[in-house]
């Protein structure tokens, strides 16, 4: 048999063998199984259904409150927060987190339950975020209840795809506008469908542990399964400060096999616009500047890291958003909100004219900042397909949160690097 990639092994520790296939059938009892409370109506229907009054592992789930952040009144959401509460109480899981808590792609990193060579279960793809700290995780949609009854669930072993990334991120320019030129060149292909995705290289080291969640958040779009990063010097300190149980590094075998080898040289990457409604429609700035704009949202699973919060900041300072623009900023988590208060971020915002809303997805899935028809919205969310943020006629561009908070600021798409490159006079560095 060839050599092991990264999922080969994770997997293989969780059946307790030496290796697996790829494309074998396996069934894993994984180390967490994660749960949102969108779909947690249903699963409570299943698990009435069938009669389960006790799962087995409730040390083994997370669930958490991340989506519905805030329970309006004439929506339904107050009693799905009280029937998951009750729920978690009375099967004794400690690991439940209401709302304003944050969104679990970030708290399982934040908290230690995400840790090196874990195998994770999870209701998204996008949680693939937890791979910046070497867990695997593998999205398995409403079958997340199966896992909580039976303490495991079958997958099919992925194949794996590497990325090599060189050079450093050039002036202006973020992690977010790597993952969206991966997008473009992979999304709208079966290239990478169904992949691993392992990144290497040595432009890692120069990328923060934001940065790799925020490529690995998106990945899901352009295809893949799901993703990791090396486990270098500084994921390993982030992880030994917070880890909550044991944790092993796994690396892949020098022989291991990939479905499909890339390279990306990060110098030569400029800042990126997705254009509604291919999530694949990512084009450098300049070929959408000047579009106006209604809305500008900063936040999500794909852009609401202390980096992201940093970055606005950068670009907001002693600024004001445009008159005709509603700037919403979530912070991803509570750690997050209050890293960013301490640095006096949430300042910047609010003289600014922001608006700072509880942790969560908030905007994203636009339960908060809805659009009317032929309305303008340039955000760091996850998707900008038609209707995902109200009116169907809006339209929704996709950018990192420099190009986010500079559209806010001229009430237009520009090039963020004009702002960044001009300080205010009076700002505060």
């Known amino acids: 048999m060839p050599g092991q990639t990264v ?3 994770i997997i293989a520790r969780a059946l307790g063998r030496e290796a697996v296939e790829v494309g074998e059938y396996v069934t894993v009892s994984a180390d967490y199984t994660v749960c949102q409370e969108l779909f947690w109506p249903g699963h409570q229907r299943n698990l009435e259904r069938i009669g389960v009054e006790r799962i087995p592992r ?5 669930m958490v409150i991340d989506h519905s952040t805030s329970a309006a009144m004439g929506s339904h959401h107050y009693q799905t927060h009280r029937s998951l509460r009750d729920w978690c109480e009375a099967q004794g899981i400690e690991n439940f987190f209401g709302p304003g808590s944050g969104l679990r792609h970030l ?3 934040e908290r230690g339950l995400a840790r090196p060579g874990l195998l994770i279960f999870s209701d998204e793809g996008n949680i693939a975020s937890l791979g910046a700290v070497g867990a695997l995780n593998i999205p398995i949609s409403t079958e997340v209840v199966v896992s909580l009854i039976e303490n495991q669930n079958w997958l099919a072993v992925p194949p794996s795809a590497r990325i090599t990334l060189t050079g450093k991120l050039p002036f202006g320019v973020t992690a977010r ?9 992979y999304g709208a292909t079966d290239r990478l469908l169904g992949c691993c995705v392992e990144f290497t290289g040595p432009a890692i080291a120069s990328l923060s542990l934001d940065d790799r969640q925020t490529i690995l958040a998106s990945l899901f779009h352009s295809g893949a399964y799901t993703g990791v990063m090396p486990v270098d010097a500084v994921a390993r300190a982030y992880v030994e400060a917070r880890a909550a149980g044991p944790w092993q590094v796994v690396e892949a075998d020098p022989d291991a096999e990939y479905v499909l080898e890339a390279s990306y040289d990060l ?10 409604p291919d999530l694949h429609g990512g084009v450098p700035v300049e070929e959408v500047s000047g579009r106006r704009i209604d809305q500008a949202t ?3 699973c794909a852009g609401n890291r202390l980096d992201d919060m940093r970055a606005a900041a950068e670009i907001l300072r002693g600024r004001q958003v445009a008159r005709h623009v509603t700037l919403y900023i979530t912070p991803g988590s509570r750690e997050v909100y209050s890293a960013a208060a301490r640095e006096g971020l949430l300042e910047v915002f609010s003289d600014a004219g922001a608006t700072v809303l509880a942790p969560g997805c908030t905007t994203c899935w636009g339960y908060q900042g809805q659009l009317n028809d032929h309305e303008v919205l340039i955000s760091t969310q996850q998707f900008n397909y038609q209707g995902r943020n109200g009116s169907r006629s809006a ?4 950018a990192g949160p420099y190009a986010v908070a500079a559209a806010a600021v001229a009430g237009r798409i520009v090039d963020p690097r004009g702002m ?10």
């Open 7 to 9: 999922a080969q092994k």
């Open 58 to 62: 409730p040390d083994k789930a997370v």
């Open 107 to 109: 708290m399982m990193v």
């Open 177 to 185: 506008d790597l993952i969206q030129t991966i997008i473009r060149d």
């Open 267 to 276: 110098s030569a990457l400029s800042p990126m616009v997705t254009r509604p």
């Open 298 to 300: 900063i936040g999500s």
């Open 395 to 398: 339209e929704v561009f996709l």
């Open 420 to 429: 960044l490159a001009m300080q205010p006079a009076g700002a505060l560095s």
